[in-house]
């Protein structure tokens, strides 16, 4: 254990010293989240550029399409994280896992900053580039279970939409910083000063960031309700397996999560990653419009996020996941003609339209998740959920919408997979989400 974290306490801090300890673990969580969705989404922003750095001139279409399919497996290596990461926390604490979880994204993230490209060393960069984006994904994969976890045992019950608010709302400013430095990156330099380094740079200001995570992250202490199940023997048997505890016990929710995760998912990767490529590649608008699109739109997200959370602890996750997922059936069309009238105004008015069911949709979705398993469970039952629904949502979509649209012609798919994912999560939340693990009415 480190020196210098701060003392274990033997009983809950009570009152206002228990609050105090759960806005300072709110933060030093959700700050952490924000410096893994930037090191994460970096990719998708800059995507073309890497599409042409690591793959051979020729056939821009295909080097999109592997560009993306790389951007794809990280998806593919986040249950497996979730795995790994999910037990550690559940056996070793949420604060461990998470120390674990940045220190790798952190390497691997500065390591893909340095990497020789195709005309260097041939295929074997984008090799090397597929090892780097699935140590991303690995470590993604331990990220937000982690910080859900450790961010609802502290949380009061009536605060506690509010406080995982902070969660995507992080995240989006991770992205928005993501996006931000990649427009500055397009609109500063030429294509070729881009494709011959201006696309590192974005990379390499994870290591300054991962530092500063990693020592923020060995200062806290771990939460209330993980240090009460330690000092409990009758769960300790179960906690050795966490994941097969799970798939016996708690399969219902496993799905649950999953197809939960897969929505939200869906929103955020086809909403506001995959649509900086949408705009450049498929509507003509330049890189640095796309980019800027993007970034106004998901710093938005970030401070309407908080607001859902203030709704969602009135009305619960559960019915903020009903109504975002009704809203992203009946807006995304609209949102999509706006965004195709070659006007940047109504491109982006376009997408902020499509940003209030996606800003319902994170507050529902990371307020619903934790409340479906126990505590002894909980970091590796929402970590390997949504990891497994990012696969889809993440992984696959993006893939899917440049794929459809180029064998269609048709630049209205993205939005059908979007009022797809609305109808799925409408049954689901709907007709099957409606007890906590011990048999209560699931409202918070």
């Known amino acids: 254990m480190n020196q210098h974290a701060a003392p274990r306490a033997t009983t809950e801090p009570p009152g206002a010293a228990r609050k105090k300890e759960a806005k300072k673990a709110t933060w030093v969580a959700v700050f952490g989240t924000f410096v893994e969705y930037y090191d994460f989404s970096v990719y998708g922003y800059v995507a073309a550029t890497i599409a042409m750095a690591f793959f051979p ?21 986040r249950p497996v994280g979730a795995w790994v990461f999910g037990h550690l926390g559940d056996t070793r604490g949420r604060r461990t896992a998470l120390i674990a979880t940045i220190t790798l994204m952190g390497i691997a993230s500065g390591i893909t900053g340095l990497l020789p490209v195709y005309a ?54 991770g992205k928005g910083l993501a996006a931000g430095v990649a427009a500055i990156m397009a ?29 923020m992250r060995l200062h806290i202490e771990d939460s209330p309700e993980f240090r009460e199940l ?13 994941l097969r505890t799970i798939f016996r016990k708690h399969p219902a929710a496993l799905l649950k999560v999953t197809l939960i995760a897969t929505v939200q998912t869906t929103g955020t990767y086809v909403g506001t990653v995959f649509v900086a490529t949408y705009f450049s590649e498929f509507l003509g608008f330049t890189s640095g419009q796309a980019s800027t699109i993007v970034l106004l739109a998901v710093l938005f ?35 999509f003609f706006l965004m195709q009238q070659h006007s ?14 996606y800003a319902l949709c994170q507050v529902g979705t990371y307020s619903t998740m934790p409340e479906l398993y126990p505590t002894d469970v909980r970091h590796t039952g929402i970590s390997f959920g949504h990891s497994t629904g990012s696969v889809i949502g993440g992984g696959l979509m993006p893939y899917l919408s440049t794929y459809l649209i180029g064998a269609t012609g048709n630049t209205y798919m993205p939005a059908f997979l979007l009022i797809l994912a609305g109808l799925v999560g409408l049954v689901t939340v709907g007709v099957f989400v409606r007890k906590n693990p011990d048999g209560s009415h699931l409202y918070r």
């Open 57 to 77: 001139a020729g056939n821009t279409a295909a080097a999109l399409l592997n560009s993306f399919a790389i951007f794809g497996l990280a998806f593919v290596a």
């Open 120 to 173: 260097q060393i041939g295929l074997a960069a984008p090799a090397l580039l597929v090892m780097m984006r699935f140590l991303q994904g690995f470590s993604a994969g331990g990220e937000i279970g982690g910080a859900a976890a450790y961010i609802r045992e502290w949380a009061s019950p009536g605060r506690r939409a509010f406080y995982i608010s902070f969660i995507p709302s992080f995240a989006n400013l």
């Open 187 to 215: 609109t500063s330099l030429s294509a070729d000063q881009m494709v011959s380094w201006g696309w590192r740079v974005p990379f390499l200001l994870a290591i300054p960031l991962a530092f500063a995570v990693i020592w």
């Open 230 to 242: 330690q000092r409990s023997s009758e769960t300790a048997p179960v906690r050795k397996t966490p």
């Open 301 to 335: 997200a970030a401070l309407l996020i908080p607001v859902a959370g203030l709704l969602g602890n009135r009305l619960g996750g559960r019915r903020i996941l009903l109504i975002c997922y009704a809203a992203y059936v009946l807006v995304t069309l609209p949102e």
């Open 344 to 357: 940047f105004g109504l491109a982006l008015l376009g997408l902020m339209i499509g940003i209030l069911p």
